[in-house]
C-alpha cells in the first residue's frame, strides 16, 4: 500500500485522515473502507484503529483504506450532524482525488459504529454505502438499557444541535440509528461483547429486530468481553473472518 497520512478534509485540525492505496495499478474501481474511531463522540483518535486497520489490509489488500479523525465534541460544541458531515467530507476528497465515486465499507467501533450506521442509514444520500460493519456501537439511543451509560446526560444534552431535528422528532431519536432504517438501507454486520456495559445487549436485539422488519440484510455476533474487548485475540481474528464472508456474500448477492 501506498500511505498518506494526516490528509486535511476540512480547516478543523481534527478534520485529517490516513490514506492507504494498494499499490498494484488496476483500472477497476476499488472500494474503499472508511474507520471511524470510538471515544464517547468527545475523544479517541484514529491511531486507536491503525493496528486494526492494518489487519484488515492484509485481508483485503485489493481495497483502498481510509482511517479518519473528525470534530469531537465538547461542552461548547454540539456534534451531530458535524460528524456525519465529516464522513461525507471524505467521500467529496475521495471522489476528487480518484476520479470516481467509490462504493464505501464504513466500519466503526463505539461512536464511530454509531456513526457508521448513522451516516449509512440517514445521511447518505448518494446511496454509496455498500456496507456497515458495527462494532459495539449504540443503536437506539432510548434503549432503557444504554440510559445506565454514565455520559448519558452528555448524549442527550450535547451531542445533537437542537436547532437541526425536524418538528416532531426529537434529538434523542435524530441521533439513533434504527429510527432511519429503511428497507434500502445497506447490509450491516454487527458485533457486540456478552459483559459490555456501555453498550447493552438489549441493544444487538433491538437493531436486529428493526433490520428483520425492514428486510436488511444482516449478520450479528456476539464475543466473549466488555466494551473494548472486541479487538484482542481470538476476538479481533473471528470479527475479520465475519467482515471476508460477509462482503462475499454481499458480491454473490
Do not use: C
Amino acid at each position: 500500500f501506498d500511505k498518506e497520512e494526516n490528509i486535511h478534509y476540512g480547516n478543523s485540525d481534527k478534520q485529517v485522515m490516513d490514506l492507504y492505496i494498494p499499490n498494484k495499478k488496476t483500472n477497476t474501481k476499488k472500494e474503499v473502507f472508511i474507520i471511524i474511531h470510538g471515544g464517547g463522540w468527545r475523544s479517541g483518535n484514529k491511531s486507536q484503529l491503525t493496528f486494526f486497520t492494518l489487519s484488515l489490509m492484509q485481508r483485503f489488500p485489493d481495497h483502498i483504506f481510509v482511517n479518519m479523525n473528525y470534530r469531537l465534541a465538547s461542552a461548547t460544541q454540539f456534534r451531530l450532524p458535524n460528524q456525519a458531515e465529516d464522513i461525507r467530507k471524505v467521500t467529496e476528497l475521495l471522489k476528487n482525488k480518484l476520479g470516481y465515486h467509490p462504493n464505501l465499507i464504513l466500519l466503526g467501533n463505539s461512536a464511530g459504529g454509531h456513526l457508521s450506521m448513522l451516516y449509512a442509514y440517514q445521511f447518505d444520500i448518494d446511496k454509496k454505502v455498500k456496507a456497515v460493519i458495527n462494532i459495539v456501537g449504540p443503536a437506539d439511543l432510548s434503549d432503557p438499557g444504554f440510559r445506565n451509560y454514565q455520559e448519558y446526560s452528555f448524549v442527550e444534552k450535547r451531542l445533537v444541535d437542537p436547532a437541526v431535528p425536524k418538528k416532531g422528532t426529537t434529538r434523542i431519536d435524530f441521533a439513533s440509528p434504527v429510527k432511519w432504517i429503511r428497507e434500502n438501507s445497506p447490509p450491516t454486520l454487527s458485533y457486540y461483547g456478552n459483559s459490555d456495559h456501555v453498550t447493552p445487549s438489549t441493544q444487538e436485539k433491538i437493531l436486529d429486530s428493526v433490520l428483520n422488519k425492514n428486510h436488511v440484510i444482516h449478520e450479528s455476533y456476539p464475543f466473549n468481553g466488555g466494551h473494548l474487548d472486541w479487538d484482542k485475540q481470538p476476538n479481533d481474528e473471528f470479527l475479520i473472518n465475519k467482515i471476508e464472508a460477509f462482503l462475499k456474500r454481499l458480491t454473490k448477492k
